[in-house]
């Protein structure tokens, strides 16, 4: 009889048999994967710690780092979770404290690294680049052959040591057999190095865009014509406070002739100029997503004693980029999800 009865004549199911679709759950977003490129500058790359801050504070997730030089430095101490110690370091510093730190020699660079070596070790310890909390690469060149060398393990301290040894001021760093020296003669701005691990946003930070900086402060009446902001007075007997026989170098290497740079702020004008043009050409050819220039030309490479004012500009520079910033986010989250 039941098998007689029409469809619509079948009982209802009751209500613990009714079967309802459940709702489409929206695919989750893939976050694009972000790397942060932090190029050299020397003293400069305090304004690192401002962008740093700034991205933090923004909840932007960094994937990837790489750094050049003083880039490999505030790189590392974020990598590892030490960028709170850097930065109350820097702060520290008076205007003589970083010139204690060098070592006199005349050999195969201007000073030597012992002091720094153990500033390193004290500031990062003997940690591993396996024990990084986010990815990270240093940049440094082989003084023989002039190859892009990337460094990714190992400890870090010595890489960060190979990454600023700036031909000439510092002695060059022997690492696997291998004479290397400062990164920025190759990669000022290590755009490439995230890009080969697959980031999909990468985030540069130039620190030698800002030609014009220089010219702003002397028309304010900041800075001499012949003032590359090296050294100031009291820094010869900083240096010399245990070589007084290494005097007479040291004044023909620091002195100022009248109307005419020392030897040595003409090593860090040549310095500055060579990053700017470098940089310019492997942005051009491998450019960022998005680009932070601090306006700091006005600062000194040599004045690490600045680093307030230095961490402020690094902020004001993010601020500024901001805008873009989310923009290059929200597309290309769209793209990759799409």
Same mark, same amino acid.
Request: aromatic content about 6%; charged content about 25%.
């Given at each position: ?6 469809k ?11 079967t309802?679709?459940a ?13 942060l ?8 790359g ?9 991205l933090?504070a923004e ?8 750094g050049?030089?003083i880039?490999?430095?505030?790189g ?14 820097a ?18 660079g ?19 680049f396996?024990e990084?909390k986010i990815?990270?690469?240093a940049? %440094?060149?082989? *003084? #023989? =052959? ?6 990714? !393990?190992g400890?870090?301290?010595?890489? $960060?040591r190979? &990454?600023?040894?700036?031909?000439g ?10 004479w ?5 003669l ?17 985030i540069a ?8 900086g ?5 028309? %304010?009446?900041? *800075? #001499? =014509? ?5 050294f100031? !007075? ?5 240096? $010399?406070?245990? &070589?007084?026989q ?7 290497f620091?002195?100022?002739?009248k109307?005419?740079?020392?030897m ?17 050409s492997r ?14 030309g006005?600062i000194g ?11 402020? !500009? ?7 980029a901001l805008?873009q ?9 769209h793209?990759?999800?799409?």
């Amino acid at each position: 009889m039941l098998g007689l009865l029409k469809k619509s004549d079948q009982p209802a199911p009751r209500d613990s048999e009714t079967t309802v679709d459940a709702p489409e759950q929206p695919a989750q977003l893939r976050r694009p994967k972000v790397g942060l490129a932090l190029g050299a500058g020397v003293a400069r790359g305090w304004a690192h710690i401002g962008v740093i801050k700034r991205l933090q504070a923004e909840g932007i997730h960094i994937d990837m780092i790489a750094g050049t030089s003083i880039g490999a430095v505030v790189g590392g101490a974020m990598a590892s979770g030490n960028l709170d110690v850097i930065e109350e370091w820097a702060c520290s510093l008076k205007e003589l404290n970083f010139l204690r730190l060098l070592d006199l020699r005349f050999g195969s660079g201007l000073f030597g690294s012992d002091k720094l070596n153990r500033l390193m070790e004290e500031k990062f310890g003997n940690v591993d680049f396996s024990e990084m909390k986010i990815p990270f690469t240093a940049v %440094a060149c082989e *003084l #023989k =052959s002039g190859h892009e060398i990337w460094l990714d !393990e190992g400890e870090m301290s010595g890489a $960060l040591r190979a &990454s600023f040894a700036i031909p000439g001021i510092f002695e060059p760093q022997k690492r696997d057999g291998r004479w290397l020296v400062d990164g920025a003669l190759v990669n000022p701005v290590p755009v490439s190095v995230c890009r080969a691990a697959g980031c999909d946003i990468v985030i540069a930070v130039n620190l030698s865009e800002d030609l014009y900086g220089r010219n702003r402060a002397q028309a %304010a009446g900041a *800075l #001499k =014509s012949d003032d590359y902001g090296v050294f100031t !007075e009291g820094a010869e007997d900083a240096v $010399l406070q245990r &070589s007084p026989q290494k005097a007479s170098m040291f004044r023909k290497f620091f002195g100022h002739k009248k109307d005419e740079p020392s030897m040595f702020a003409n090593l860090m004008a040549s310095l500055n100029i060579m990053q700017n043009r470098l940089s310019r050409s492997r942005l051009a050819g491998d450019p960022p997503d998005v680009s932070i220039n601090p306006r700091i030309g006005h600062i000194g490479l040599m004045e690490f004693h600045r680093a307030p004012e230095l961490i402020e !500009e690094g902020v004001l520079a993010f601020d500024q980029a901001l805008p873009q910033l989310r923009d290059a986010l929200a597309i290309i989250t769209h793209r990759i999800n799409h």
